[in-house]
């Protein structure tokens, strides 16, 4: 995006406070505004980005969700993209989404401890949305993004699930900075599990934050043919497959969405 301005103080602030981290922060980029972070990673990386960049934005204009969704990215939210260089055995891919989620979900529960997961990263409170992860592979990168309604005070638009912020639903304003330190640095620590091949205890984490286990769900995936079931959700098996039980029988689903 043209015209976009650094804020170097920011920069500075949070590279210095993640100086114990592993992976995050050998660069890290805060724009005042961008188009999508997603783009910003895309053209980063095509440029060899170091592993481990961070990029942040305090708004976007043309924010990304799953699905080709849009990502409602006003002022008063987090919007980062992270890029990691790894190779992640295939079957493996599964629990760096699982991990992204149980990141947010951590530093969301600092604020409200009720914040739960909903396969594979959503974060919900109150069954409301209040995080969301992207992914996407672009040769051996990884570009991650999530985005955190944190102060977001209103929304507008049409979405899934019922959005809504950590401002709307207790009343308190979250200092961004404060939250951006404590997403990355949980981040770091989980991906240095994934790193380390530690994936009982990214699984065990991500069992104790979900929400969706012993519930009939929706199941959606836009790209098969049959775009929407009903499903009983089981559990998640080794590799972050969603375990589900329909009247086919028992499923272990690879991508998609659930609702409540
Ligand atoms: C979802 O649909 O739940 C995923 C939302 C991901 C939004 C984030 S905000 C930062 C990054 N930039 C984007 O344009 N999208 C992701």
């Known amino acids: 995006m043209k015209n976009q301005i650094r804020l170097r103080n920011k920069e500075i602030g949070i590279k210095n406070s993640l100086e114990s981290c592993k992976y995050l922060g050998s660069e890290v980029l805060y724009l005042d505004k961008t188009d999508s972070t997603m783009e ?3 053209k980063f990386i095509s440029e060899n980005a170091p592993d481990g960049t961070v990029i942040i934005a305090e708004e976007q204009t043309l924010g990304r969700g799953r699905y080709n969704r849009k990502w409602y990215s006003p002022k008063g939210g987090v919007y980062i993209s992270l890029i990691l260089y790894a190779e992640i055995e295939k079957e493996k891919q599964g629990i760096l989404s699982l991990m992204a989620g149980v990141s947010s979900c951590e530093s969301i529960r600092e604020y409200m401890p009720d914040a739960n997961i909903k396969w594979p990263n959503d974060v919900l409170v109150n069954e409301k949305k209040i995080s969301g992860v992207l992914i996407e592979k672009i040769g051996n990168y990884y570009s991650i993004g999530t985005g955190i309604n944190t102060n977001t005070d209103k929304f507008e638009g049409e979405f899934m699930v019922e959005p809504a912020s950590v401002y709307l639903l207790s009343g308190n304003k979250i200092d961004n900075e404060d939250f951006i330190i404590s997403y990355l640095k949980n981040f770091d620590e989980n991906y240095s599990l994934l790193r380390e091949k ?16 012993g519930k009939n769900v929706r199941l959606r995936n836009p790209m098969l043919k049959e775009k929407e079931k009903e499903v009983f959700v089981r559990s998640i098996d080794e590799n972050g497959l969603l375990v589900v039980e329909s009247d086919k029988g028992i499923e272990k689903i690879i991508s998609g969405e659930i609702f409540y």
Do not use: G, P, T, V
């Open 198 to 213: 530690n994936y009982n205890l990214i699984l065990a984490k991500w069992n104790s934050m979900a929400s969706c286990f």
């Open 40 to 42: 910003d990673a895309r």
